[in-house]
């Protein structure tokens, strides 16, 4: 083809006819509907982000570290906590793919260095330290930067006489870590009594899912455990329970509202009534705390 024929072609094909607008691409996100996973429900992600994540249905769908300290805080106003760091794959771990590469992969995907984030600042005007188990990281599991963080985030309270809030979601334990990520549920709970000693509240929002090593350990040992509708709670999953008993488990088992009912849970609280619940408690307990 000529150098004529192909200028030609590359100004007739910029023509439009007469009456007839030029295609362009419409600059919207790709996910601007967002799927609720209970009524199968397309919603506005812009309705959705208003409700919090809470879809019409009345279904709690996840959120990330960042997004639940925005929502917790007064206006979205918090001091990041510094976090220490650890040490990478101390067991030089390979299954299908190094444990590098699947911090790597998880780094880029969340933004940050492991599942835990930390801040402090005002709920509905009371001083707290809130730390956030983000489920989107390795699926929150429990290794040694997790462990670091949360007794960095107690140790904070501890130091600044302010309550302790934890938003807990979690598969468990971090299996690439072998016994150093076992190790962190006694050495979380030394942490706790770090703030019993001092009579310092701790506060824990059992989020979905919470499950494994996370529930054997500070999930569980709050002065008070509030939750978020329809959170699977838990240490092993339903699944596994009825293949080891051989059994069909009630309707509803291990969820929120199950173990509210058993008296494992102390309140159900919806996402948008959190914040409020959350300063009434620490009003309350640290009243008792000053007297």
């Not at 992600?45 to 960042?66: C, F, Q, S």
């Not at 005002?122 to 949360?150: N, P, W, Y």
């Not at 971090?174 to 703030?195: D, F, H, K, Y």
């Not at 009630?250 to 996402?271: A, C, I, T, W």
Request: aromatic share 6%.
């Amino acid at each position: 083809m000529s150098k004529d024929k192909a200028r030609s072609d590359g100004w007739l094909s910029r023509l439009v006819r007469p009456g007839v607008k030029a295609e362009t691409k419409r600059d919207t996100p790709d996910n601007l509907w967002v799927k609720c996973p209970v009524s199968g429900e397309m919603v506005y992600r812009p309705d959705l982000e208003a409700a919090l994540w809470v879809t019409p249905a009345g279904h709690h769908m996840r959120i990330d570290a960042i997004k639940r300290l925005s929502v917790t805080f007064d206006d979205g106003n918090y001091t990041l906590i510094d976090l220490p760091d650890v040490a990478e794959d101390p067991l030089t771990f390979t299954d299908d793919k190094p444990y590098e590469a699947r911090l790597k992969a998880a780094r880029n995907k969340v933004g940050r260095k492991d599942t835990m984030l930390a801040g402090h600042g005002e709920i509905q005007g009371e001083r707290a330290v809130v730390l956030v188990q983000d489920f989107s990281f390795m699926g929150g599991s429990l290794g040694m930067a997790a462990g670091e963080a949360f007794i960095a985030a107690a140790t904070h309270a501890h130091d600044h006489n302010m309550p302790f809030v934890v938003f807990t979601a979690a598969g468990g334990a971090r299996m690439q870590e072998g016994i150093l990520s076992l190790m962190q549920m006694p050495r979380t709970t030394l942490a706790l009594q770090m703030l019993k000693d001092k009579g310092l509240p701790y506060i824990v929002v059992l989020t979905d899912p919470t499950t494994g090593g996370v529930t054997a350990s500070y999930a569980m040992l709050g002065d008070v455990h509030l939750a978020e509708p329809g959170a699977l709670i838990g240490f092993a999953g339903p699944r596994v329970i009825e293949q080891t008993i051989r059994e069909k488990l009630p309707p509803g088992f291990q969820r929120s509202e199950y173990l509210l009912e058993k008296g494992m849970v102390d309140r159900v609280v919806p996402r948008a009534e959190l914040s409020e619940t959350l300063a009434k408690i620490i009003r309350v307990l640290m009243s008792a705390h000053k007297a």
